[in-house]
């Protein structure tokens, strides 16, 4: 059963830094792209950035581009988004989700999403 | 601000046929295939609709979907109780250094 397990809700103050986990499995986490998707309270879904783990290719969302990290760990199926210094603003529940590719349009959508981390960035 | 515009509403009576438009450009949708995603309340979005009218194993024959031009739709036929939730296009941009980009989302109430 393909299942993407995120960490648990995080409670920071503005400043700090923070690391959120995305634990892959049924399925071969190199060969799929994982992305992640921020949804800001009572707001809609915003496209954040992705990552090929097999060969680390990842693309950025402009709005998101060095705001935010997103890596992953091959050894234990696992992917994760971070930032250096948190703000408010970064308040949201934050998705990861699968997709099996970027070109054929056959897969190019998020198939199974993870069920959210919430962040709170609050002094 | 999304560069997909979704209606932030839609409602329907059970059994009715709602339909839910996304509009777009020639660097988007003009040129790219939607997606489209349902978001119940309190939970993960999932996949409804890919490569404009492709639905996933599993996603009932109610939801539809299609493409013409700058502009996508969902409909949803036969309307149920539990199709109350937030519906989200998305595709890719290339005007936005190949980033992919979420409409607005339509919240459907059905009344």
């Known amino acids: 059963e393909v299942q993407l397990a995120q960490s648990g809700a995080e409670v920071k103050k503005p400043g700090e830094s923070l690391k959120i986990s995305c634990k892959a499995s049924?399925?071969?986490?190199?060969?799929?792209?994982i992305g992640w998707v921020r949804q800001m309270p009572g707001k809609g879904l915003e496209w954040m950035g992705i990552?090929?783990?097999?060969?680390?290719?990842?693309r950025y969302s402009p709005s998101f581009q060095g705001q935010v990290t997103i890596s992953a760990d091959k050894s234990i199926n696992t992917a994760y988004l971070q930032w250096r210094s948190l703000k408010a603003s970064d308040t949201a529940m934050y998705y990861c989700?699968?997709?099996?590719?970027?070109?054929?349009?056959?897969?190019?959508?998020?198939?199974?999403w993870g069920q959210g981390t919430l962040v709170t960035v609050s002094s | 601000q999304s560069v997909l515009t979704q209606p932030p509403s839609a409602s329907g009576t059970p059994g009715q046929r709602v339909t839910i438009s996304c509009s777009g450009t020639?660097?988007?949708?003009?040129?790219?295939?939607v997606n489209w995603y349902q978001q119940l309340p309190g939970t993960a979005p999932k996949v409804l609709i890919y490569?404009?009218?492709q639905r996933p194993s599993g996603v009932p024959d109610r939801f539809s979907g299609s493409k013409s031009g700058t502009s996508a739709s969902l409909a949803i036929s036969g309307l149920q109780s539990e199709d109350e939730a937030d519906y989200y296009c998305?595709?890719?941009?290339?005007?936005?250094?190949?980033?992919?980009?979420f409409g607005g989302g339509t919240k459907l109430t059905v009344l």
């Open positions: 998305a595709t890719w941009d290339d005007s936005l250094i190949g980033q992919e980009v």
């Open positions: 020639n660097s988007n949708i003009g040129s790219k295939t």
């Open positions: 989700a699968r997709r099996p590719s970027l070109v054929a349009a056959a897969g190019n959508y998020f198939d199974y």
């Open positions: 490569n404009n009218n």
């Open positions: 049924g399925f071969d986490f190199t060969n799929y792209w």
């Open positions: 990552m090929y783990p097999r060969d680390s290719d990842t």
